[in-house]
């Protein structure tokens, strides 16, 4: 038999673990466990994508999804941004025309994160009308159950200043703006959903948003 060198024994387990990795997540775990196992003082063959530990999503793609004991499906078209500081989930919702809204899901911890009320007049003050008129004047607020949960929604337009005084964009406000909001009291407190956009792309991610709202269930439920 051929004696087998240990450095093309390494070269050859990478190989064949970078193969994999073009095959599916199921690879792309088999070529980070070769990888680090290989030796190879953590270099790649010049020009191959690195390889990023913790880099792979759980449950990506998945629906539904759940969080403190309440699951919902993310309806077809959302794409999920993952997480960010403060949020469960971000879902990006994009349209050929009217730009990209965002859903953003938001959980504190039990008897975390303030009453309703006081979270939905904080979203409602975060836009401002043209005329002046107190956008307290303008939402749109509903009361009912999901799941036998108190589920409180709010809807809201107008110049969006999203409460920190300044936008992503730089300007004081984004005017024609529109937010639609829920907040489900859930068994481990409440969580936020919260919708904004412009007001063209909400308008047509309304059905999508109440399909979301209409999908609240214990987690592990069907």
């Not at 589920?151 to 936008?167: E, P």
Request: hydrophobic residues 35%.
């Amino acid at each position: 038999m051929l004696k087998r060198h240990p450095a093309m024994f390494k070269a050859a387990t990478l190989l064949i673990a970078l193969l994999m990795l073009a095959c599916g997540s199921d690879g792309e775990e088999a070529s980070r466990a070769a990888f680090e196992n290989s030796g190879t003082g953590g270099s790649l063959p010049q020009g191959h994508p690195p390889i990023e530990t913790g880099a792979l999503p759980t449950g990506h793609g998945e629906s539904p999804v759940s969080v403190a004991g309440v699951a919902w499906t993310v309806p077809a078209g959302w794409e999920d941004a993952g997480s960010r500081s403060m949020r469960v989930a971000t879902y990006t919702i994009r349209t050929n025309r009217e730009g990209t809204a965002e859903c953003a899901v938001f959980y504190f911890g039990s008897g975390q994160g303030g009453d309703v009320q006081a979270n939905i007049d904080r979203w409602v003050n975060q836009f401002e009308q043209a005329d002046g008129t107190p956008s307290s004047e303008r939402a749109k607020t509903a009361r009912s159950e999901q799941s036998g949960w108190p589920l409180t929604t709010v809807d809201v337009s107008g110049a969006y200043n999203g409460g920190m005084g300044s936008t992503p964009t730089g300007q004081s406000s984004q005017p024609g703006y529109r937010m639609i909001g829920a907040i489900v009291e859930g068994p481990e407190g409440p969580v936020f959903f919260k919708l904004t956009g412009p007001e063209a792309v909400v308008e047509s991610s309304t059905a999508h948003f109440q399909s979301l709202l209409e999908s609240l269930r214990p987690a592990g439920a069907m």
